[in-house]
């Protein structure tokens, strides 16, 4: 409303409802709702509009509830100038504590509660609405920019040296019946020229955005309908496109009609925004935490094998698939983001890519992801540009200014983006996502507008092969088909084969069809399964609802649950979370903990990640994805998260194992903690311990299979190999002098010795002694794993080979031609290289 509503005469109606409403605000009501002093403190904080219940208004006066529902056109501009009235009466210039108060200032009133019949979607308000005052909830899809909208211009004539004003007011700033032409005055009614004084004419900000119905209430096949919305003042700018909001306000019809078409443009004039809660939708952003879920939290978080029992309890219904749940856990939980002093962002969002076979219920891991997290959007390959999963400049119609519309990642910001179908995208689509999977921003620098969007989210996605079908004869970077500029952007990377095993085909037929004969209770053979409406009727009072206790575990359904039958046993049933508890406990640590690296955790993390980079050159072109300096970052990652399962403060060396599990399972399927042990000792030391033999570290049969078929230590087993881990990290972590110190510096080795007496009997010893066999040998997997050895032949000319070692070394380091054949003597007996042509060969 604008001011001139207060220089009319006030009749007789008017009066009395301005009257009745001022009553109703001095009143304490029996909720004890003091609106006196609500209106003190929105004074103090600056604030021009107070929210008024309705069930309230509807217990102190029936017939004026109903009028507000129902003809707020008559009632809502009696209550905003009684409110106006209360608060000159409360205001006091004098007062420090009060903002001050401009002549011309307009106060607002926003309504909550329960609404019934009121209550509508974009689909749902029909032609009977109008006029009325409706809710809608619904997903804002666009927002335009903020505009001034002229209320009251002031105009000069010179020739007179007299001010004029003029008023405006339209169908979306005031209830007038007539409306003002908006048009400024050029001369006054005695034809003298008037000019514009900008500075002292009124301006309100303007907003237009535009509501969409939720996508899982829109009925399948149709497009989904929407409904614009006019937010003005103090509303503006209180969302933005993706955000799930409940629009309170007067629906009305604008006018614009025209002989060939008499229908007319509808908006909603908001006088309240809300967000959306998760009561009505079950997707919200955030859950109510009662004191009964934080000492279940807590509660839960003692047990010892808490990371299991959630893991296990995501998708309990898809067979199989144990090491990726337990990483789709720990990217639902995340590490911590740092932004640091310098300007550099680290991410904490943890992105998962799946490769493999059709039918290996990939897409449905995405699904349950999906239905899971608390911001999720997902899309396709095929489905999306790179304009769509980022951000585009279009050009608004009305205005014909260029505007941003986010994308997918944007829109997920602080959440998950599914990839169905990730190799259909094509190449430049994919670029689009590289900046977005490590910087976590848009920036865009087009059509006149620079700017960056925050992205933060984490992505997961899945793919199938280049060949249709993983060719296990093939090395995975030839299946996979991927850039590494991309694979190193994720964190994990699996492999999903469906291989042909008679024992497993039938567990799995089985799983299958009993899934296919779940009935829900209370419902007969083959009747379909409904949604259950859950929208509440009410807006804006999730404070006052008391929501249902919900129980922290499900009980064991066969059917439904026959996927993780096979880890507890016969004998016992598996502990599984109810979905709705684990929200709660992934939002308490997400919001809570903050875990901090412990020194004896990075020191394991740092071996860790020198014995990938130092891996045998047979296994570099097994494995998966590059090993890289985000390698490192995704270990870090990793044992955050798993830090934050058992909601510890800090990071220990446990959740920097169980990190390196799952990095070396997505990179060589590996699962046996000895063989960890024994890569990370060859490639540091140079030597193998007798009692890790090579058969130790058997491969695991492919995806999707049951953790029932491997060996599951004891915990004091367990235990003991913990500690155990943790001395020979010690030893591991140890500066070259100390590791100098400790090899014996003279002593030849045995081995070397015997072979370097066989090379050349003129020459007689060498003196090549176990230290500088350890330094060549770390500089001769470098070179195998380098660019000398990555042709068809996988060979190299000795001179060449033996220049490369001595290339950056120091004159009294350099090897002579007697140590080179010693050492590539040994290496040949063991199996790392062969020597012949005057080649050396990788194995």
Not at 181 to 207: C, F, H, I, M, W
Not at 658 to 663: M, S
Not at 693 to 717: G, K, R, T, V, Y
Request: net charge negative; charged share 25%; proline share 4%.
């Amino acid at each position: 409303m604008d001011d001139t509503q207060f220089d009319q005469p006030i009749d007789a109606v008017f009066g009395d409802r301005v009257r009745r409403f001022q009553e109703f605000i001095d009143q304490i009501n029996v909720q004890g709702t003091n609106y006196r002093n609500q209106i003190k403190d929105m004074l103090m904080k600056g604030r021009v509009r107070l929210f008024v219940s309705l069930d309230e208004v509807r217990d102190f006066d029936v017939e004026f509830w109903r009028g507000l529902l129902n003809t707020p056109v008559e009632f809502l501009p009696a209550c905003e100038r009684a409110l106006r009235d209360t608060v000159l009466t409360i205001y006091d210039p004098n007062d420090d504590r009060y903002q001050p108060l401009d002549d011309d200032q307009q106060f607002y009133i926003g309504f909550k509660g329960a609404f019934g019949g009121h209550s509508v979607t974009p689909r749902t308000i029909t032609a009977d609405m109008l006029s009325t005052m409706v809710t809608v909830e619904g997903i804002v899809t666009r927002a335009s920019l903020v505009r001034p909208k002229v209320i009251r211009s002031v105009h000069y004539a010179e020739k007179t040296a007299r001010f004029y004003a003029k008023n405006y007011h339209d169908n979306t700033t005031s209830f007038d019946a007539i409306s003002t032409p908006a048009v400024y005055p050029v001369e006054d009614p005695d034809g003298n020229k008037l000019t514009p004084e900008y500075g002292y004419s009124t301006y309100r900000d303007y907003q237009k955005i535009s509501v969409q119905e939720m996508p899982e209430i829109a009925p399948a096949g149709q497009l989904p309908r929407s409904v614009d919305i006019v937010l003005d003042d103090d509303l503006v700018d209180l969302t933005k496109p993706g955000d799930r909001v409940e629009i309170v306000g007067v629906y009305r019809a604008l006018g614009g009609a025209t002989n060939n078409n008499a229908s007319f443009k509808t908006v909603i004039l908001a006088n309240a925004v809300y967000p959306l809660h998760a009561r009505s939708t079950g997707v919200a952003a955030h859950e109510k935490l009662t004191d009964s879920d934080v000492r279940n939290i807590n509660k839960l978080a003692l047990e010892k094998k808490i990371f299991d029992t959630l893991a296990q309890s995501l998708a309990p219904s898809i067979y199989g698939f144990d090491h990726i749940k337990k990483a789709v856990l720990l990217m639902l939980f995340g590490g911590i983001e740092k932004n640091l002093d310098n300007g550099s962002h680290l991410r904490g969002d943890i992105n998962i890519l799946m490769v493999g076979d059709p039918s290996t219920a990939k897409s449905q891991m995405l699904r349950f992801v999906l239905n899971t997290a608390s911001l999720a959007i997902a899309t396709t390959g095929r489905g999306s540009s790179g304009v769509g999963l980022t951000a585009a400049v279009t050009t608004d119609k009305e205005t014909g200014e260029r505007r941003l519309e986010a994308g997918a990642m944007v829109l997920a910001d602080r959440g998950i983006v599914c990839i169905d179908e990730f190799d259909k995208m094509s190449d430049l689509d994919r670029v689009a996502i590289h900046e977005v999977m490590e910087q976590q921003t848009v920036t865009i620098a087009k059509a006149g507008i620079h700017t960056s969007l925050n992205a933060r989210c984490s992505v997961i996605a899945a793919a199938n092969p280049v060949f249709g079908q993983y060719d296990v004869h093939k090395d995975p970077h030839k299946n996979i088909a991927l850039p590494d500029s991309l694979l190193s952007r994720f964190d994990l990377l699996f492999v999903v084969t469906d291989d042909v095993e008679q024992t497993k085909d039938r567990v799995i037929s089985e799983h299958v069809l009993r899934m296919h004969r779940f009935i829900a209770p209370g419902l007969a053979e083959g009747e379909p399964i409904r949604e259950r409406a859950t929208l509440s009727l009410a807006s804006g009072m999730d404070d006052t609802v008391e929501e249902t206790e919900q129980p922290v575990f499900e009980k064991f359904n066969p059917l439904l649950h026959a996927g993780v039958a096979g880890r507890a046993g016969s004998e016992t049933s598996p502990t599984i979370v109810s979905i709705s508890f684990l929200k709660k406990y992934i939002q308490y640590a997400k919001q809570r903990i903050k875990p901090i690296l412990s020194k004896k955790s990075s020191e394991y993390i740092v071996a860790t990640y020198a014995a990938l980079r130092n891996s045998d050159p047979s296994e570099t072109n097994k494995r998966t994805a590059p090993v890289t300096a985000r390698t490192l970052e995704t270990l870090i990652r990793l044992a955050t998260a798993h830090a934050k399962v058992r909601l510890s403060k800090s990071v220990d060396v446990k959740d920097a194992k169980v990190a390196e599990e799952l990095l070396r399972f997505a990179l060589f399927k590996e699962t046996s903690k000895k063989s960890m042990l024994k890569r990370r000792k060859t490639a540091l030391f140079g030597y193998e311990e007798e009692e890790l033999s090579m058969s130790e570290s058997e491969p695991e049969p492919a995806l999707p299979h049951d953790d029932s078929d491997f060996e599951q230590p004891a915990e004091d087993e367990e235990d003991e190999y913990v500690e155990e881990m943790a001395d020979d990290m010690e030893d591991l972590v140890l500066s070259r002098e100390n590791l100098s110190d400790q090899l014996p510096r003279e002593e030849p080795l045995t081995q070397i010795q015997t072979n370097v007496s066989s090379v050349d009997a003129n020459t007689g010893s060498t003196g090549l002694t176990s230290e500088r066999y350890e330094i060549f040998k770390r500089l001769m997997l470098r070179i195998l794993d380098s660019d000398l050895f990555r042709n068809e032949s996988a060979s190299c000319p000795i001179n060449t080979t033996m220049a490369a070692v001595n290339e950056n070394l120091a004159q009294e380091d350099v090897f002579s031609e007697a140590e080179f054949k010693a050492a590539a003597k040994v290496m040949v007996d063991e199996n790392i290289i062969m020597d012949g042509d005057g080649k050396i060969w990788r194995i």
